[in-house]
């Protein structure tokens, strides 16, 4: 059996109302120990959602502005 979960994503999406949305989510920091019991494993992705979050907040925020300047 494979278990598999959201560690951090990032969606574009259309509404119910037919508006693009842009959504950013994932794990909180808080979490990680409570599902990673290795701490080697915690290390990596506790550096993968930072890194990732860094990234991915700076395209979250830039697409908001441009889709809300079409609106």
């Given at each position: 059996?494979?278990?598999?979960?959201?560690?951090?994503?990032?969606?574009?999406?259309?509404?119910s109302?037919?508006?693009l949305?842009?959504?950013?989510?994932?794990?909180?920091?808080?979490?990680?120990?409570?599902?990673?019991?290795?701490?080697?494993e915690r290390?990596?992705?506790?550096?993968?959602?930072k890194?990732?979050?860094?990234?991915?907040?700076?395209?979250?925020?830039?697409?908001?502005?441009?889709?809300?300047?079409?609106?």
């Amino acid at each position: 059996m494979t278990k598999e979960g959201n560690i951090l994503s990032f969606k574009i999406l259309v509404d119910s109302k037919g508006n693009l949305v842009t959504e950013l989510s994932g794990v909180p920091e808080e979490d990680v120990a409570k599902i990673f019991k290795e701490e080697e494993e915690r290390v990596v992705i506790n550096k993968i959602i930072k890194e990732g979050l860094v990234k991915l907040a700076t395209l979250h925020e830039y697409l908001e502005k441009e889709l809300q300047a079409l609106r």
